[in-house]
């Protein structure tokens, strides 16, 4: 259903991946259920200091989560055809369709959680 393929909206050589549909996924759907590794908040100090700062997903209120599997290599737009939810149940960032998807499209999600969302991103900020 899904895939890694190198993705044109990177403009780092290096890291230039992005998830992409494999076949036609209807809206609802169920992408990818991405495990977490969770870690108290007063940690990611320590993460600030390493290229997983970029990564990382607010988990709850006291802790930041690391997204195992494909969860970390979908891009962002404001403007995104997939959404996540958290589930605290199964210790997962569930990917779920937010529109029809064609086979050989990437999947985006608005990094910001929410998808009208259109706050400067994180890393954005940064470069002000």
Known sequence: MIEIKASL?????????GVFASRDIKK??????????????????????TLLADY??????HHTAILLGYGMLFNHSYEPNAIYEINFDNHTFDFYAYKDIK???????NYNGDVDDKEPLWFDQEKE
């Open 9 to 17: 909206l990177s403009d780092d050589g290096e890291f230039n991946r």
């Open 56 to 61: 990382a997903f607010e988990y709850g209120i």
């Open 103 to 109: 086979a050989g499209e990437e999947i985006l999600i």
């Open 28 to 49: 609802g759907e169920l992408l990818h259920e991405a495990p977490v590794i969770a870690y108290p908040n007063e940690q990611h100090e320590h993460i600030e200091k």
